[in-house]
């Protein structure tokens, strides 16, 4: 099985920055993409970010020049160093990760949530 642990979230005035981190352990072979969603009150879920296994990158236009994902491949480990943070970013952040484990079974895997609140 495999498991996501998440952490970085929290209280932060506008105009500063957080680094988000997710670590993806247990039975993974291939990790084909990780990412960054999230959701706030009375929203709907959307992607925020995401990194393929050949280190392409996507951004939602309302990120773009302020956060940056990243991932460490040895450890398994996706980042997303958000800067410039405005009250709109605040929302529960969830990572997840597209994979495969042993025989190739193809995994989709959600973390458990961590919370960023902007205040202005």
């Known amino acids: 099985q495999v498991q996501l642990v998440e952490s970085g979230g929290g209280l932060v005035q506008a105009g500063g920055s957080l680094r988000l981190s997710c670590a993806a352990s247990?039975?993974?072979?291939?990790?084909?993409?990780m990412g960054w969603h999230r959701q706030a009150p009375g929203k709907q879920r959307e992607l925020v970010a995401r990194?393929?296994?050949?280190?392409?990158?996507n951004y939602d236009e309302t990120v773009k020049g302020r956060f940056t994902i990243s991932r460490d491949n040895a450890k398994n480990t996706v980042y997303l160093q958000m800067n410039s943070l405005k009250p709109e970013d605040t929302a529960v952040y969830y990572c997840?990760?597209?994979?495969?484990?042993?025989?190739?079974?193809?995994?989709?895997?959600w973390g458990q949530g961590t919370l960023v609140t902007v205040s202005a």
């Open positions: 997840k990760v597209d994979l495969n484990g042993s025989g190739l079974k193809y995994f989709e895997v």
């Open positions: 247990g039975n993974i072979l291939v990790i084909n993409s």
């Open positions: 990194i393929m296994s050949g280190g392409s990158t």
